[in-house]
């Protein structure tokens, strides 16, 4: 058996991709903020908005890889005094997908994690309490050093069984033949493709790509999916399946030339 969830992670999904929130805003740049609950006091997202920073929040308890590929931050932003894991964990995970700057905001100034933080990615590290104003200019600073290229490899891709999609150029291959998705679809088979084994709530489904709660009634997302079974479908996909979970939502597992799903443990 396979760890599913261990080879997206690792293998499949190799790059970022031009998905998400960041991409409708060409003249802000994305933060990744990362906490583990919503802080009483500090200001630094409202602060960061009011600069024209697009300020994306996510909780540790997320997939933090997946939060990474289908918003595609300019920079990521790890609040560690709201956290139980170090930073060099963190980002030594979000180094795997994510080729931009890495901040850290402590408490703790210990000269051993910063520097288990650096050699895992950390790109800058803050001792707390920071003001708003000073952690701007350090996000300018990084942000100005980045390379003018984009942090997208055009090469790079996502690929679970047969399928594999090029996010750069949003191509979808399906044994290395081209099939055309709509835009929606694209983002749609991206975060099945970068959730391997995990069932996707309609709720999860809505917000991630549509912007709104699901109302229990609504069948946009269901159309759209039956639609895109029936485009890999006619091209014979044999190692991947999306299937409903009644109730609950949709799945997608790789699968053997047996029809045996590798799920992941």
């Not at 795997?96 to 800058?124: C, H, R, S, W, Y």
């Not at 485009?231 to 949709?250: A, C, F, H, M, P």
């Amino acid at each position: 058996m396979k760890n599913s969830e261990s080879v997206t992670q690792t293998r499949n999904v190799t790059k970022l991709y031009p998905q998400g929130v960041s991409s409708c805003f060409a003249h802000e740049k994305s933060v990744l903020l990362i906490e583990n609950h919503t802080p009483k006091k500090t200001s630094f997202k409202s602060y960061l908005k009011s600069e024209n920073f697009t300020v994306i929040k996510a909780m540790v308890n997320q997939n933090l890889i997946t939060e990474v590929v289908n918003n595609q931050p300019d920079i990521v932003v790890i609040n560690m005094p709201f956290l139980a894991l170090n930073a060099a964990d963190i980002s030594r995970s979000i180094r795997k997908v994510f080729q931009g700057p890495i901040l850290v905001l402590a408490t703790d100034n210990n000269e051993q994690a910063q520097i288990e933080a650096f050699k895992a990615g950390v790109d800058d590290y803050l001792i707390q309490p920071v003001t708003p104003s000073i952690l701007k200019v350090r996000l300018d600073a990084l942000y100005r050093r980045q390379p003018t290229q984009s942090k997208v490899d055009n090469k790079s891709k996502i690929q679970v069984g047969d399928i594999t999609l090029y996010p750069h150029t949003q191509q979808c291959h399906v044994k290395n033949q081209g099939v055309h998705l709509s835009t929606f679809e694209f983002k749609l088979l991206g975060l099945l493709l970068t959730n391997v084994g995990k069932i996707m709530s309609r709720d999860s489904i809505y917000m991630r790509l549509l912007g709104r709660e699901y109302n229990g009634e609504e069948r946009t997302v269901d159309v759209r999916m039956s639609k895109l079974r029936d485009k890999l479908s006619s091209l014979g996909v044999e190692e991947t399946k999306i299937e409903t979970v009644w109730g609950r939502g949709y799945i997608l597992n790789e699968v053997t030339h047996n029809n045996e799903i590798l799920v992941a443990h």
